[in-house]
């Protein structure tokens, strides 16, 4: 099967069009994880992750960025308080959809300046 070459150059440019916007996009989400906002889903990533403590996984309650510290209401409603914590936000589907509505956001900004 012979394949005209703008038709190549065409799925090419395609291919690399969505593979830059699927790695925009997870760079997006990863920053976005990286901050946390209260009320979220978060983990515990600098102790909790290595000695599999289940206190680590919760609703993130309080944060001092200043200390890193963080309080964290687990699924048994204990508050349980971190020292030196790094805290990453669950992807949940709201997540991911408030990234992917930010950067369409910025997207068309970009292509629409005032």
């Known amino acids: 099967m012979k394949v005209?070459?703008?038709?190549?150059?065409?799925?090419?440019?395609?291919a690399?069009?969505?593979?830059?916007?699927?790695?925009?996009?997870l760079n997006a989400v990863f920053q976005r994880i990286r901050k946390p906002r209260l009320g979220e889903l978060v983990l515990e990533t600098s102790q909790a992750?290595?000695?599999m403590d289940p206190d680590?996984?919760?609703?993130?309650?309080?944060f001092r960025a200043?200390?890193?510290?963080?309080?964290?209401?687990v699924s048994d409603g204990r508050r349980v308080f971190w020292e030196n914590?790094?805290?990453f936000a669950v992807p949940t589907q709201e997540l991911l959809d408030e990234v992917r509505a930010t950067m369409m956001e910025a997207r068309h900004?970009?292509?629409c300046p005032d």
């Open 85 to 87: 914590a790094t805290f």
């Open 66 to 73: 200043d200390d890193d510290t963080g309080t964290v209401r």
């Open 49 to 51: 992750v290595r000695t």
């Open 109 to 111: 900004a970009d292509n």
């Open 16 to 25: 690399c069009r969505l593979t830059l916007n699927n790695t925009q996009f």
């Open 56 to 62: 680590g996984f919760g609703t993130l309650v309080s």
């Open 4 to 14: 005209d070459n703008a038709l190549a150059m065409s799925i090419a440019v395609a």
